[in-house]
């Protein structure tokens, strides 16, 4: 299950992909709604995390824009340290009960 992240802050949003990929996940990641919206259109991701930095206002464009565009989940994240274990604990589940869905 292919998965977008979109972050405001580039060391978390690194450190979250990086940690998905390690585990197994396809995932990629980007810093501003515009990237998100480029990569969403495409229709090539089920799930979509967005980082707890961004507003409300666009957070809700967003989530509405990718059910338009395939996404099967969007995952609201507000990461609290250590990063890792907060992607495998909070992330990852859902991710995979996404994918077990198919």
Sequence with gaps: ???????RS????TEV???LR????DAEGVSTPDEARERLAAEEFGVLIIG???DPETR???KEFAAAHRVRRVIDGALTAPYDAYVRREFEPLI??????E
């Design 22 to 25: 390690t585990d197994g996940f």
């Design 17 to 19: 992909v990086a940690t």
């Design 10 to 13: 580039p060391a978390r949003l």
């Design 96 to 101: 995979r009960e996404t994918a077990a869905g």
């Design 1 to 7: 299950m292919r998965t977008l992240v979109l972050g």
């Design 52 to 54: 707890g930095a961004v």
């Design 60 to 62: 809700a464009a967003l």
